[in-house]
């Protein structure tokens, strides 16, 4: 099995957030460090060199695989912002449609800026998310 490169480390989040070049991205960065800080009740955590996790998860799959993952997450990408929702969209989709503008993948929400989305169902989201995931792992 292979070993996950992307691993929690002691990297400067300031310095990382002060190398963001785009103003607005930064300042937006900041805005959704602090939601995710009062949501999980964590210190942000640099994990691999371009992710601000917060909280540990320790998971452990049928399969036998297991390893260590944050319970949410944000990454300033160059098109956007990634918002990692651990626990998936399959039953999010009543706050998805009043979100606002975004994109999703498995596990991973894009918005260009906050200005996009109501911050109130972006919170609603996470909160889900890192309820489900504490939750499912942490019995």
């Given at each position: 099995m292979s070993e996950l490169k992307t691993k929690q480390n002691d990297g400067n989040i300031d310095a990382f957030l002060n190398g963001i070049i785009d103003i607005s991205k930064k300042e937006d960065c900041i805005k959704i460090l602090e939601l995710m800080k009062k949501i999980t009740n964590a210190e942000p955590k640099m994990w691999g060199d371009s992710i601000i996790g917060f909280g540990v998860n320790h998971?452990?799959?049928?399969?036998?695989?297991?390893?260590?993952?944050?319970?949410?997450?944000?990454?300033?990408?160059?098109?956007?912002?990634?918002?990692?929702?651990?626990?998936?969209?399959?039953?999010?989709?009543?706050?998805?449609?009043?979100?606002?503008?975004?994109?999703?993948?498995?596990?991973?929400?894009?918005?260009?800026?906050?200005?996009?989305?109501?911050?109130?169902?972006?919170?609603?989201?996470?909160?889900?998310?890192?309820?489900?995931?504490?939750?499912?792992?942490?019995?």
């Amino acid at each position: 099995m292979s070993e996950l490169k992307t691993k929690q480390n002691d990297g400067n989040i300031d310095a990382f957030l002060n190398g963001i070049i785009d103003i607005s991205k930064k300042e937006d960065c900041i805005k959704i460090l602090e939601l995710m800080k009062k949501i999980t009740n964590a210190e942000p955590k640099m994990w691999g060199d371009s992710i601000i996790g917060f909280g540990v998860n320790h998971y452990k799959y049928e399969s036998g695989r297991e390893g260590k993952w944050f319970l949410t997450g944000l990454s300033p990408r160059k098109q956007n912002i990634t918002i990692y929702i651990m626990s998936g969209f399959n039953k999010l989709q009543d706050q998805l449609s009043k979100l606002g503008k975004h994109k999703t993948s498995k596990a991973c929400l894009y918005i260009k800026t906050l200005s996009d989305v109501d911050i109130k169902i972006l919170k609603q989201i996470i909160t889900f998310s890192v309820k489900t995931i504490f939750n499912k792992y942490n019995k």
